[in-house]
């Protein structure tokens, strides 16, 4: 048995609808602008290949868990999003087997302080401290899953008006291409959650704001920013 100099930090793991056991979060990916309107939306192009940025997994809130204004921002933002998490991996995996990869889906949001997120984009510096802060991935619990991914709509709301609403199809790129697409820039494993875009519509949160977001079919969240 190994022997630590510290204790290690607890694992990070997420309800799994009808199930005793948790599901083991090893890493948290997250792709950019996979819906056409927030792509033109944050002055991006339709043709643009999908990209990836990554939040730690202990960046993640479950259900019930608590959701604080984060410090240093003036600007957080709302991004509802289908998150798949998967019970398999491997590398560069072909579109016709990705969805093999799927244990169940879960509904999240990448909760982004987008004034720093601009300022890094203006000078070319990297987004962890706009995407990766503590607590901006409040998550579902997850829905087992088998056969054609979800397709419904996916929607949030703050105090009780809708703010994002669209259909799952509509994403530019679909689960299967999204996780054969990372599976070349990573490994995948069990235990990886993809968050695979958001919509249109993404705004401002401000204190004491109450969210609620559901994806049809997979599941529901609601939280208040404390």
């Given at each position: 048995?190994?022997?630590?100099?510290?204790?290690?930090?607890a694992?990070?793991?997420?309800p799994v609808?009808?199930?005793?056991?948790a599901?083991?979060v090893?890493?948290v990916?997250c792709?950019?602008?996979?819906?056409?309107?927030?792509?033109?939306?944050?002055?991006?192009?339709?043709?643009?290949?999908?990209?990836?940025?990554?939040?730690?997994?202990?960046?993640?809130?479950?259900?019930?868990?608590?959701?604080?204004y984060?410090?240093?921002?003036?600007?957080?933002?709302?991004?509802?999003?289908?998150?798949?998490?998967?019970?398999g991996?491997?590398?560069?995996?072909?579109?016709?087997?990705?969805?093999?990869?799927?244990?169940?889906y879960?509904?999240?949001?990448?909760l982004?302080?987008?004034?720093?997120?601009n300022?890094a984009?203006d000078?070319?510096q990297?987004?962890?401290a706009?995407?990766?802060?503590?607590?901006?991935?409040p998550?579902?619990a997850?829905?087992k899953?088998?056969?054609?991914?979800?397709?419904g709509?996916?929607?949030?709301?703050?105090n009780?008006?809708?703010?994002?609403?669209?259909?799952?199809?509509?994403?530019?790129?679909?689960?299967?291409?999204?996780?054969?697409?990372?599976?070349?820039l990573?490994?995948?494993?069990?235990?990886?959650?993809?968050?695979?875009?958001?919509?249109?519509g993404?705004?401002?949160?401000?204190?004491?704001?109450?969210?609620?977001g559901?994806?049809?079919?997979?599941?529901q969240?609601?939280?208040?920013?404390?």
């Amino acid at each position: 048995m190994t022997a630590y100099v510290l204790a290690p930090a607890a694992p990070v793991a997420i309800p799994v609808e009808g199930e005793t056991g948790a599901f083991p979060v090893r890493r948290v990916l997250c792709v950019g602008r996979n819906y056409a309107a927030h792509r033109r939306e944050m002055g991006g192009d339709d043709r643009d290949p999908p990209f990836f940025f990554a939040k730690p997994a202990d960046a993640l809130v479950p259900p019930g868990g608590a959701v604080a204004y984060p410090p240093v921002t003036a600007n957080l933002h709302h991004e509802i999003e289908l998150v798949v998490a998967l019970k398999g991996g491997g590398a560069d995996v072909p579109v016709e087997k990705a969805l093999d990869l799927v244990y169940g889906y879960a509904v999240g949001v990448d909760l982004t302080r987008r004034d720093l997120q601009n300022a890094a984009k203006d000078k070319g510096q990297p987004w962890e401290a706009a995407k990766a802060f503590d607590a901006s991935g409040p998550i579902s619990a997850i829905r087992k899953w088998s056969g054609a991914p979800p397709q419904g709509r996916i929607a949030i709301s703050v105090n009780g008006t809708v703010k994002q609403q669209a259909l799952i199809a509509d994403m530019i790129w679909n689960v299967a291409e999204i996780i054969a697409e990372a599976s070349k820039l990573w490994t995948l494993a069990p235990g990886d959650l993809i968050f695979t875009g958001t919509p249109e519509g993404v705004g401002p949160l401000v204190r004491g704001d109450k969210v609620e977001g559901e994806a049809e079919g997979v599941g529901q969240l609601s939280f208040q920013v404390a």
